[in-house]
């Protein structure tokens, strides 16, 4: 792997087929070799990706050749430039992963993966987008495939920038959500410089850190291992249930030359179907279903695409049944008259038969739980109601850190991706209705109708509740900004459960661009970076994105808005600017009640006044479109248009609001 060694690492196969990496390329091989070398190498890549190369790639630079060291050089001679390297054929592999953007804070581990995107591979799939902490790179790439179904690139320090990606890689992970990276690292100590760094920035096991929170990871040594690898990784994370990945680009691979006559190919990428439940385990599902007095479908991480919440509209209305969601994505409309999702207590309760589709807590459905000085628990549905659960959950699960939540008494789990297992599920529920229990149905979703309309104006007339409050109420917020978007192409970007649920509660949510879930680890700094991630993935549709963002979360990354600023990132961020970490606020109440001392010190250490943050003027030294503190209702309107003009201009727009907490 070194340069300038000369003693082979074989593995018998690769005895054959020499590769640039496998062995150090001696000086003087090297300098006869290299400048034949890019041309030969061309020769012999994959088709697809020289393809996308060649489409992306400034015009062939010629091979630099000081003229001291052409011939046969004295041994000592300094080669100061050199043709095609490692990190080309790299780059290679990464656009034959059709990927878009490369998301990163520069580090001179990966310098010449940095320099092969923006120069060999025309800084085009992919883009390299100016990241301003690695938590950001992270977050963006979380956001953006929540969007877009696949996995931007990350570029990090193996050791400085992996740790602070960590806890967003963890996020991503918890909500099993493809993040793809690649970090730099030094193995070899003979070649690691005194300078830039580079022994605290060489690490044994770089991956070793978030293997507990990664799917798979691997550390190539030659350049073909890197591209067996790099496909491998790519599928590995986008196959259900997805996850994080990490593969670990040696600065030497990288960094070196290829070798002449080095044979290098880019395998076939292919992903591979999602796993669909056992058919006799479907058919049986279907009929507990059909059977049902009151069946019940639960949602929360289900629907990936727009097919996912057809199908499961299609599987709701054949029977009638209510779906409540948990909201882990946009599963299904909102307005649609079977989402019950605003009466979960009375159709939980009423349930004989309940499904969860990809529902990550079941046992939080089915049990109330009461966070007193004795913690304890009830089932909240009727004895003997039946749970079925279809989750690829069951196909993977780590110890260490324990996100798979309460066990679940279940009558019958089928261990497969819920959105694949859909089509069959639907299949076999049709096949097995009759006529007679077609009436029924259509009685019991005449009644659910009705209760949806009743439970929706209900949440129109909390909304009303302070309308004119100042703080401004975040039911409020919600209808102003509800009211200027409603006839656009519009996708929520952010988390909204710390806003109540408003939006979700009021608007007409029905597309699966239009909510992406939360942080899945619950990590706070998630929300700033998801939201400008998801937004670069909405650009290119022209959708509006806007988020509703929290202030505790936007003071870890707020530099974030200089990347959206940068790119010209279309986003709209309103502000939940309650002056406080309010969640935490509340718990520390809770105990101050708890041990009867009054909650009037529990704004210690959980709220943001003296001095107030000033967000518009935060937005605006990163050069975002800014307006605020807004704090009366009455002006909310105007300030929201004018922001909104902005972001239809291309740009990215923020509005300090300041609300009520909750
Ligand atoms: C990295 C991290 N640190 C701390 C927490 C604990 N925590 C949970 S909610 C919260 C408050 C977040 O404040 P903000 O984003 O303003 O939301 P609010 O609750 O005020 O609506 C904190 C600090 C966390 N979840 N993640
Ligand atoms: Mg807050």
């Known amino acids: 792997m070194a340069r300038g060694k000369k003693d082979k690492v074989s593995a018998p196969d690769h005895a054959k087929t020499p590769r640039a990496g496998d062995a150090g390329l001696g000086r003087r091989e090297f300098l006869k070799g290299v400048a034949a070398g890019a041309g030969a190498l061309a020769a012999t890549v994959d088709p697809l990706a020289a393809k996308a190369a060649a489409a992306a790639a400034p015009a062939a630079r010629p091979m630099a050749l000081p003229p001291a060291v052409e011939g046969d050089p004295p041994a000592e001679a300094e080669v100061l430039t050199v043709g095609r390297t490692g990190s080309d054929f790299m780059v290679d592999c990464i656009k034959a992963l059709g990927i878009e953007y490369v998301c990163s804070v520069a580090g001179s581990s990966f310098r010449a993966l940095h320099e092969s995107v923006i120069n060999y591979g025309g800084n085009k799939n992919p883009e390299f987008i100016t990241c301003t902490h690695e938590e950001s790179s992270v977050a963006m790439s979380h956001g953006y ?250 196909l993977y699960t780590k110890s260490n850190y324990q996100e798979f939540n309460r066990f679940t008494e279940v009558d019958m789990a089928i261990a497969a991706d819920a959105e694949a297992t859909l089509p069959a599920l639907i299949e076999e529920t049709k096949r097995q209705i009759t006529p007679e229990r077609k009436r029924t149905f259509q009685d019991r979703g005449a009644k659910l109708a009705a209760a949806h309309n009743a439970a929706l104006e209900a949440a129109r007339s909390e909304a009303a509740v302070a309308w004119d409050a100042s703080p401004i109420s975040t039911a409020r917020v919600s209808a102003e900004l509800w009211a200027q978007i409603k006839n656009d192409d519009w996708s929520v970007v952010s988390i909204l459960h710390h806003f109540n649920w408003w939006p979700i509660r009021l608007w007409a949510f029905d597309k699966q661009y239009q909510y992406i879930g939360r942080q899945g680890g619950g990590g706070i700094g998630y929300n700033a970076p998801a939201t400008v991630g998801a937004a670069l993935a909405n650009r290119k549709y022209g959708r509006l994105s806007v988020s509703i963002q929290d202030d505790g979360d936007l003071m870890f990354v707020p530099t974030v808005l200089w990347t959206a600023a940068h790119h010209r990132i279309p986003l709209l961020s309103v502000m939940h600017n309650n002056r406080a970490y309010h969640e935490e606020l509340m718990h520390v109440q809770r105990m101050a009640d708890r041990h009867n001392r009054g909650i009037d010190r529990a704004g210690i250490g959980t709220t943001f006044t003296d001095p107030n943050m000033d967000f518009a003027k935060l937005a605006q030294s990163m050069g975002v479109y800014a307006e605020g503190p807004i704090d009366n209702p009455k002006d909310l309107g105007p300030a929201l248009r004018r922001a909104i003009a902005v972001v239809k201009r291309g740009e990215p727009a923020l509005l300090d609001v300041v609300t009520q907490p909750r």
């Open 145 to 394: 495939a929540k969007i877009e179904g696949k996995p931007l690139c990350i570029f990090a320090h193996g050791t400085v920038g992996l740790q602070h990606a960590s806890m967003a890689i963890y996020n991503a992970y918890c909500d099993r959500v493809p993040v793809y990276m690649i970090i730099g690292n030094n193995l070899d100590v003979t070649t690691r410089s005194p300078a830039y760094g580079e022994w605290a920035h060489s690490v044994q096991d770089a991956a070793a850190m978030v293997r507990e929170y990664t799917k798979w990871d691997d550390q190539p040594i030659s350049l073909q291992h890197f591209a067996e690898s790099a496909v491998r990784a790519y599928r590995i994370a986008m196959t259900p249930p997805m996850a994080p990945v990490l593969l670990v680009a040696d600065s030497e691979l990288q960094e070196n030359p290829i070798r002449e006559g080095t044979r290098l190919t880019i395998p076939k990428v292919t992903v591979p179907a999602a796993p669909q439940g056992d058919s006799g385990a479907v058919r049986e599902a279907a009929r507990l279903l059909v059977q049902a007095e009151n069946p019940l479908i639960v949602v929360d991480r289900t629907a990936r695409t727009q097919a996912g919440i057809d199908q499961l509209v299609e599987l709701a209305e054949a029977l009638q049944a209510p779906v409540i969601d948990i909201n882990g994505r946009m599963n299904f409309p909102t307005r649609h008259p079977l989402n019950q999702s605003n009466r979960r207590g009375a159709v939980v309760a009423n349930a004989d038969v309940i499904v969860g589709l990809e529902a990550l807590d079941l046992w939080a459905v089915v049990n109330s739980f009461h966070d007193q000085v004795r913690r304890s628990s009830r089932s909240v549905v009727k004895p003997g109601t039946k749970l079925i659960s279809i989750s690829a959950g069951d």
